[in-house]
């Protein structure tokens, strides 16, 4: 069983940065071939905003397109959201999502590309 934490999340201005990392336990960033960042407003349902696949592609949300960007580093087993621009719409609960280790992935936004879920942590984008 993998387990994903989560970090970084902050209350901040808008126009402001924020970067969040999640790290795994129980397996290794290199053998999780498809990871995400998900995100979950209040009265919302839970949104696909930026995904990786090993390799290095990547996918966006059109609504954070520009602004987030998705990345590991093998070295620190990490896998991270940099986000600027920060807008209030962009406040929620963040999920580190990753597919099962070393298996063939789908990938994408979908939720039900990936088996592995964080505890999320919080972001706050004041006007």
């Known amino acids: 069983q993998v387990q994903l934490v989560e970090s970084g999340g902050d209350s901040v201005q808008a126009g402001g940065s924020l970067t969040l990392s999640c790290a795994p336990s129980?397996?290794?960033?290199?053998?999780?071939?498809?990871m995400a960042w998900f995100r979950q407003a209040p009265g919302k349902e839970r949104e696909g905003i930026a995904a990786?696949?090993?390799?290095?592609?990547?996918s966006y949300a059109d609504s954070v397109k520009g602004r987030f960007i998705i990345s590991i580093d093998n070295a620190k087993n990490t896998l991270y959201l940099q986000m600027n621009s920060l807008k209030p719409e962009d406040s929620g609960v963040y999920f580190c999502?990753?597919?099962?280790?070393?298996?063939?992935?789908?990938?994408?936004?979908?939720?039900?590309?990936?088996?592995?879920w964080g505890q999320g942590t919080q972001v706050t984008v004041s006007s």
């Open positions: 999502a990753a597919a099962r280790p070393l298996l063939w992935c789908s990938g994408g936004l979908n939720s039900l590309a990936y088996a592995n």
């Open positions: 129980g397996s290794t960033i290199y053998s999780m071939h498809c």
């Open positions: 990786r696949k090993s390799g290095g592609s990547t």
